[in-house]
């Protein structure tokens, strides 16, 4: 029985997308260069694709959101059992990040004013929406509650028979999410203003649901997509580094490129260079993402206790903090993938 269970696995692995898995590995570790940034223009282009490999992920769950043949009762189950899976991650992760938090605490700083500061409820609500989870160091987690909130507005999308419907909101989210992202750059506002599910999530993931929903319609050849992906990379590079009258356009070519990128994946399934790259992606990226943020303080504390100096200081620390970060998401994903597989073969065997 658990012979057959690993030929189940392992034609299963086959019919995974590599191409996708690949850019998820690139998209996940770009993200790092969001928090912990190279000086100068480098920092800024890196940052910027880091937010590019955000919208990335938001497409995937999009896309597959579109559940052609099911019935409203079985969506909204699979729905749900996506929401569940992912809320157990996020409550996990904010365990470990307070629990961080309160040990950072005890060691540099006042526990006790820090324990007495939680007794307010309005930082709970901030948690909720639109997920500002710094009180707890896990500013990545933002993701994770428009993630959550994202997939109950789905599950009311199919609870109600909108999903036929649905499409007629994509253009107006897109402005929303698109003209949100240039006014918060630009002005210099809270990031979280846009960080939540109805500006950062849904119109992003409705956008991979159509893409499913129309993906037979989508006529462009394979050149033009790739052009396009190319061209729209060097505007965000332009945009990233000069802001004509201090607007930052960038947002608009970081849609085009993810949205590209990710057909291009959709129809090159095996053509990628680097099998590193896609275990990544498809084992680590998520938990890559929420422990890169809590690796940024110990390793710039190392860093000063080394006397490392300026110089090498900027520039190598985003590749230690990557590193590090990359050897706890891939021992925390062996541990997952080991314990899914005995737990698959033992309901085999059963």
Not at 53 to 82: E, M, Q
Not at 94 to 120: K, P, Q, W
Not at 328 to 345: C, H, K
Request: overall charge positive; glycine content about 6%; hydrophobic content about 55%.
């Amino acid at each position: 029985m658990a012979e057959v269970t690993v030929n189940k696995d392992c034609r299963a692995e086959k019919k995974r997308n590599g191409t996708l898995d690949f850019w998820k590995g690139i998209a996940a570790l770009s993200v790092c260069f969001c928090h912990i940034r190279f000086p100068g223009n480098v920092g800024s282009v890196m940052a910027a694709f880091g937010t590019c490999g955000v919208t990335f992920f938001f497409l995937i769950s999009g896309y597959a959101l579109y559940l052609p043949g099911l019935d409203k009762n079985s969506a909204c189950r699979k729905i749900l059992k996506r929401f569940t899976r992912n809320l157990i991650i996020t409550l996990i992760a904010v365990l470990v990040c307070f629990i961080y938090t309160v040990l950072d605490r005890m060691i540099y700083g006042n526990v006790h004013e820090y324990l007495a500061s939680l007794a307010d409820p309005v930082i709970f609500i901030q948690m909720l929406f639109p997920g500002d989870f710094g009180i707890i160091s896990g500013q990545p987690l933002w993701f994770m509650a428009s993630l959550l909130f994202a997939y109950l507005m789905f599950w009311m999308v199919y609870l109600f028979g909108l999903q036929d419907k649905i499409h007629y909101l994509l253009i107006p989210s897109m402005i929303l999410r698109i003209a949100g992202e240039m006014i918060v750059s630009s002005v210099g506002l809270d990031f979280h203003l846009c960080s939540n599910a109805l500006v950062a999530a849904f119109p992003v993931m409705l956008l991979g649901f159509c893409l499913n929903k129309y993906r037979d319609k989508i006529s462009l050849s394979n050149t033009a997509l790739i052009v396009t992906a190319v061209v729209s990379a060097l505007l965000v590079i332009v945009t990233a580094c000069f802001r004509p009258g201090g607007a930052d356009l960038a947002p608009i070519f970081k849609m085009i490129l993810a949205m590209t990128l990710f057909v291009i994946c959709l129809r090159y399934k095996e053509g990628h260079p680097c099998r590193l790259l896609e275990r990544i992606g498809r084992q680590d990226a998520l938990f890559f993402y929420l422990v890169h943020d809590l690796v940024i303080d110990p390793m710039i504390r190392l860093y000063l206790i080394l006397a490392i100096p300026a110089p090498y200081f900027e520039w190598t620390i985003p590749f230690a903090v990557l590193i590090t970060a990359l050897l706890i998401a891939e021992i925390i994903g062996t541990l997952v993938t080991l314990f899914t597989v005995r737990s698959r073969s033992s309901k085999q065997e059963a």
